[in-house]
């Protein structure tokens, strides 16, 4: 491995000292580093995961009620998320991506049905009213489904906000700076902004609860809980589906 | 007539700059990483916008397998050269079992038999679940039959139940709890009041479940959660951007 080169040239002078050349073989070396390089390779985790912050009301039911009623019907809106699922308990997937459906209804649930036929009657003002949206996200940077409808219950805090944005972008105002104003445009009490309640079917993904949350933090909702599914809910969301029979 | 002389080369190459740089690339490695975490269920979690690190120190995380069974690991301070050697993850743990023990039996009346050897045996173990009646016999297990009585999802032992325990409290009147709610308080009630307030303020806790699980299966375990006023945690998701 390691050699020991004596370099004598000429002849042999008494008393001149020997040049030693060492040379040491590293290879072996190199080939243990790589090893122990692959293995830490393989057993680290690079990518942390993140978390997000969730505060539930607390099991007293009594505040929630309440604040559903104080909002305002051009305010409050209320998602109730389900998935459609295979055999298997997988999501379905289809052109769209997973198939997490929100039927959604502004201000509060309409079910009256005077005619006795069995389905909702037309809201006479228009809120009250199921409808079903998509998780899709964006589309060339313009907001599609749901995102779309909460954008434009929160607009006006929403416009504010980009304002700061493009400032903070430009490195006009400072990071915390523009949390600072974020953060009170979000919680500005004289901006039209919505009341969204989380509400989740037991066959809902976990995951279209997180998107659901998601989206008021891309929406710079201020206002939202996750409340439970109840009967009324239930039961508009078959009225929908006796109306509009899937294919 | 000259010989012609082949000149003989030598094929060694120096290896000692590949060796410098591979060196290099192992300290990196060495001082970036953080270790896999052994958990008895794989789980894809969900991704959000969030950017928020999950702790590394001071949380409880409680694990959601798709089937519904529950699992908790208890991570207490890393930096014991500042803190209390009572606030590391092995003292909370070693704690929070003896907590937990003493609540169990005093609700059920049933004796769980954990030693001193099990406490020191318990506070190794990253990820359990198993229902504290059992808790003894799982400790005298060794390591590859824990692990596999953990992550064996068809046994009915593993996971941490979340089945009703009535009993009467102090008044007299008649109270239902749980196993994991009994551990979560025990957790919360360690001597660490980092983790503590981490727990109060929501960071503490994190949740962590597959992206497809039914609702129905998380929400048993919110619905825990909340009945303990703990209704502040977080959820452990993965990172996407706002576009998609």
């Excluded at chain 2, 308080?185 to 983790?195: P, T």
């Amino acid at each position: 491995m390691a050699q020991i080169e004596q370099s004598d040239k000429g002849g042999k002078k008494k008393g001149a000292q020997k040049k030693m050349s060492i040379h040491v073989d590293f290879t072996p070396m190199v080939d243990m580093n790589m090893l122990l390089i692959t293995f830490f390779m393989l057993c680290t985790t690079m990518i942390k995961s993140q978390t997000l912050n969730i505060s539930l009301p607390s099991n007293e039911k009594i505040e929630s009620e309440e604040q559903q009623s104080k909002a305002k019907n051009s305010e409050a809106i209320t998602l109730i998320l389900t998935s459609e699922r295979d055999a298997k308990g997988n999501v379905k997937e289809d052109g769209q991506g997973k198939m997490n459906i929100i039927y959604y209804y502004e201000g509060k649930p309409f079910v009256e049905d005077k005619d006795k036929d069995g389905l909702i009657d037309p809201s006479p003002d228009g809120y009250g009213v199921v409808r079903a949206e998509r998780f899709v996200g964006n589309e060339g940077g313009v907001e599609q489904g749901i995102r779309k409808i909460l954008h434009n219950k929160n607009k006006e805090a929403l416009a504010k906000i980009n304002e700061q944005k493009k400032l903070w972008r430009d490195k006009q105002i400072s990071d915390e700076e523009y949390q600072k104003r974020a953060k009170e445009i979000r919680n500005d009490s004289t901006l039209v902004r919505p009341v969204v309640i989380i509400k989740a079917t037991p066959e809902a993904s976990w995951e279209s609860v997180i998107t659901a949350l998601d989206e008021m933090q891309i929406n710079q909702i201020s206002r939202y809980q996750i409340d439970n599914i109840n009967q009324v809910d239930s039961a508009m969301i078959l009225d929908y589906l006796a109306k509009n029979p899937k294919h | 007539m000259g010989k012609v002389k082949i000149k003989r080369k030598s094929t060694l190459i120096d290896m000692t700059a590949m060796s410098d740089v591979t060196v290099l690339l192992l300290t990196f490695f060495m001082l970036t990483s953080t270790f896999l975490t052994k958990e008895p269920v794989t789980v894809i979690t969900p991704s959000s916008v969030s950017e928020i690190k999950v702790p590394t120190s001071n949380v409880a995380s409680i694990l959601v397998s798709p089937q519904g069974k529950v699992f908790i690991s208890i991570l207490g301070e890393a930096d014991l050269a500042t803190f209390d050697e009572s606030w590391g993850s092995e003292n909370v743990r070693k704690e929070a079992l003896q907590a937990a023990a003493k609540r169990y039996e005093e609700v059920t009346g049933k004796k769980t038999n954990i030693t001193a050897m099990d406490l020191e045996k318990f506070s190794k173990i990253g990820t359990f679940g198993v229902p504290l009646s059992v808790m003894h016999e799982f400790l005298a297990l060794d390591q590859t039959k824990q692990d596999e009585f953990v992550s064996d999802m068809t046994n009915p032992q593993a996971g941490i139940p979340m089945n009703d325990i009535v009993f009467q409290n102090g008044d007299g009147r008649e109270e239902i709890t749980n196993e994991f709610q009994i551990w979560m308080r025990a957790i919360y009630n360690s001597s660490n009041e980092n983790l503590r307030d981490a727990m109060k303020k929501g960071e503490g806790i994190a949740v962590k479940a597959d992206a497809v699980t039914n609702y129905k299966t998380i929400h048993g375990v919110l619905d825990n959660l909340q009945t303990i006023k703990m209704n502040r945690f977080s959820v452990m998701t993965a990172l996407k951007t706002e576009n998609d």
